[in-house]
T-cell receptor
């Protein structure tokens, strides 16, 4: 069964304390690996798409990387406004996207 | 830029009542999707429509029906609501090949069934 697993489930960091979120997948036939940000009471907001191992994308304090079986979302010197749930999703052969359950990130001022 | 618009934003139903959740997108996307999001369960696909005139079941279709009214609109109907259908419902859309480009989501409908 195709699966996308995110870890940790929740993460509390001090402002400025860099860390990484993990997304591992047990599916084949990668067409796209997606990262979304979701704020409380809102829909997921698109952040990045990665297509092949070795690819990296950056946006402000966030950098997403991809290997053959994992993706990482690196957060450098986070600020309280980076607090949100971060969702990883995998697009495969059947043209549907499988979502992980997310990592709840809380940045303390 | 409206993107994906969902109505209503909040709804409370009594068990057995029916209702339709509305979704419209203005990006000329071919594919549209309905998800539900529950604590600890993540986003689960209910139904999707790969193109106008087609609909298919997703992971959790029981108790729901859908209608792709035209290219812009995709509605989700609960014929006889049950407490287990209390959830947050998200509509999403994508260009053809959602697995390549990802989805654009609406802001959600929070449904409580009592």
């Amino acid at each position: 069964e195709d699966q996308v697993t995110q870890s940790p489930e929740a993460l509390r960091l001090q402002e400025g304390e860099s860390s990484s979120l993990n997304c591992s997948y047990t599916v084949s036939g990668l067409r796209g690996l997606f990262w979304y940000r979701q704020d409380p009471g809102k829909g997921p907001e698109f952040l990045f798409t990665l297509y092949s191992a070795g690819e990296e994308k950056e946006k402000e304090r966030l950098k997403a990387t991809l290997t053959k079986k994992e993706s990482f979302l690196h957060i450098t010197a986070p600020k309280p406004e980076d607090s949100a749930t971060y969702l990883c999703a995998f697009g495969g052969r059947d043209d549907k996207i499988i979502f992980g359950k997310g990592t709840r990130l809380h940045i303390l001022p | 830029n409206a993107g994906v618009t969902q109505t209503p934003k909040f709804q409370v139903l009594k068990t057995g009542q029916s209702m339709t959740l509305q979704c419209a997108q203005d990006m000329n996307h071919n594919s549209m999707y309905w998800y539900r999001q529950d604590p600890g369960m993540g986003l689960r696909l209910i139904y999707y429509s790969a193109s106008e005139g087609t609909t298919d079941k997703g992971e959790v279709p029981n108790g729901y029906n859908v209608s792709r009214l035209n290219k812009r609109e995709f509605s989700l109907r609960l014929e006889s609501a049950a407490p287990s259908q209390t959830s947050v419902y998200f509509c999403a859309s994508s260009e053809a090949g959602g697995a390549d480009y990802g989805y654009t989501f609406g802001s959600g409908t929070r449904l409580t069934v009592v």
